[in-house]
């Protein structure tokens, strides 16, 4: 008896997680959606000589500066996020903005995260 209760425990302990991480990932791929859309749209309100690329998969982004933007604005744009409570990692090499939300974002966190890249992102090209 105990041998079919202890199976039963850890079939339904492994079901639990595969269902976990189900919702993980389709959240990751809903958000980074959502990401992309917003980041898509402060490139389009800046223009072609501030946002040159969106790029990536899932909730894994990066938006790319374009070449006309001085070196070092992505740091500065990283330190202006940093300031408002926004942590992103800018590439050491290129003048790109790294996005890296948890699995676990919500739709409102994404939203307020694009609303504070774009702040800084404003103050720091102006």
């Given at each position: 008896?105990?041998?079919?209760?202890?199976?039963?425990?850890?079939?339904?302990?492994?079901?639990?997680?595969?269902?976990?991480?189900?919702?993980?990932?389709?959240?990751?791929?809903?958000?980074?959606?959502?990401?992309?859309?917003?980041?898509?749209?402060?490139?389009?309100?800046?223009?072609?000589?501030?946002?040159?690329?969106?790029?990536?998969?899932?909730?894994?982004?990066?938006?790319?500066?374009?070449?006309?933007?001085?070196?070092?604005?992505?740091?500065?744009v990283a330190q202006a996020c940093a300031?408002?409570?926004?942590?992103?990692?800018n590439c050491s090499v290129y003048e790109?903005?790294?996005?890296?939300?948890?699995?676990?974002?919500?739709?409102?966190?994404?939203?307020?995260?694009?609303?504070?890249?774009?702040?800084?992102?404003?103050?720091?090209?102006?």
């Amino acid at each position: 008896a105990l041998d079919s209760l202890l199976g039963y425990s850890l079939c339904a302990c492994s079901y639990s997680r595969v269902s976990r991480l189900r919702r993980l990932v389709e959240n990751a791929a809903a958000q980074g959606a959502r990401l992309r859309a917003a980041l898509g749209e402060v490139a389009a309100r800046r223009g072609e000589g501030v946002v040159r690329d969106v790029r990536g998969h899932g909730c894994m982004l990066g938006l790319e500066l374009a070449a006309s933007q001085p070196a070092g604005t992505a740091k500065r744009v990283a330190q202006a996020c940093a300031a408002r409570g926004l942590l992103l990692l800018n590439c050491s090499v290129y003048e790109t903005l790294r996005f890296i939300p948890p699995l676990t974002v919500a739709p409102a966190e994404v939203d307020e995260a694009c609303d504070v890249f774009d702040a800084a992102l404003a103050e720091v090209v102006a």
